[in-house]
């Protein structure tokens, strides 16, 4: 086995590794000692496929799943994350993989119309259920959420916001987090993990926005991208949270 001084290095796959959350996550685990497989399509391994599965997860102690879906198809997400999930699953039991961390989302279990949310739900139903010793960490919306909503509706310097309720977490602080739980056992379903207070969706966004020069004018609405179903308090941690340290100002400042 790899060793580091102060402790053992860990060989952990990160699936998603190419993304924003997972190469935070690659980094975090890299800073620590540790050796990182990287699991994409752009590194030559295919979750929807299994292509090159087998050969990426040999000697791997740990993985976790970052993975994520864009389209707005709720049946085309449930098959997705089903897909790669199975994929995923058979491939550590074959290579004898210990722990399979899972990130996903504060509420998904309480939004029943979202076809991400409804992706995520067949994930986690996957994981619970499947061969693998799991842990599956919930998280809030990352800090940069607020921006990606604007992007998403703007059209001719005008964007329609929904008036949100969010306890939003910076994404580091996230990355750092699943990097200590992937080197420990499993632990089921881990508690929520949420940023310091609540924040409105809107006025982030005007923030950000202020922030980055973006000049767009934000129209808050329920007719947006996402409904009423997540109002009031569906999106924000439950009780016993472990809160991130990063506050949005701070987050701000830096990005």
């Known amino acids: 086995m790899l060793t580091r001084r102060g402790g053992t290095a860990v060989r952990i796959a990160v699936a998603g590794a190419t993304g924003n959350i997972g190469t935070l996550i690659v980094a975090a685990l890299r800073g620590a000692g540790h050796e990182v497989v990287g699991i994409s399509r752009s590194l030559s391994v295919d979750l929807t496929t299994a292509e090159g599965l087998d050969a990426a997860l040999s000697e791997v102690a740990a993985v ?8 707005t198809d709720r049946d085309a997400a449930i098959t997705y994350f089903g897909t790669t999930t199975r994929n995923l699953l058979a491939a550590e039991e074959r290579a004898g993989v210990r722990h399979h961390v899972l990130l996903t989302i504060v509420g998904a279990d309480r939004v029943a119309g979202n076809a991400h949310y409804a992706g995520k739900r067949e994930q986690e139903r996957l994981v619970s259920d499947g061969p693998v010793p799991w842990t599956i960490v919930p998280a809030t919306q990352f800090y940069d959420f607020a921006s990606k909503v604007t992007m998403w509706t703007e059209q001719d310097g005008v964007a329609t916001i929904p008036p949100l309720l969010v306890q939003p977490i910076a994404p580091e602080d996230v990355a ?12 089921g379903r881990y508690r929520d993990l949420a940023g310091p207070e609540p924040q409105d969706l809107v006025d982030m966004a005007r923030r950000t926005n202020e922030v980055i020069g973006h000049p767009v004018k934000l129209v808050p609405t329920w007719s947006s991208v996402l409904g009423p179903e997540m109002a009031g308090n569906v999106l924000l941690p439950g009780d016993g949270a472990r809160i991130g340290p990063t506050t949005f100002d701070e987050w701000l400042a830096r990005h």
């Open 64 to 71: 976790v799943d970052v993975t994520s879906y864009e389209g």
């Open 176 to 187: 750092d987090v699943l990097a200590e739980v992937a080197v420990g056992g499993p632990q």
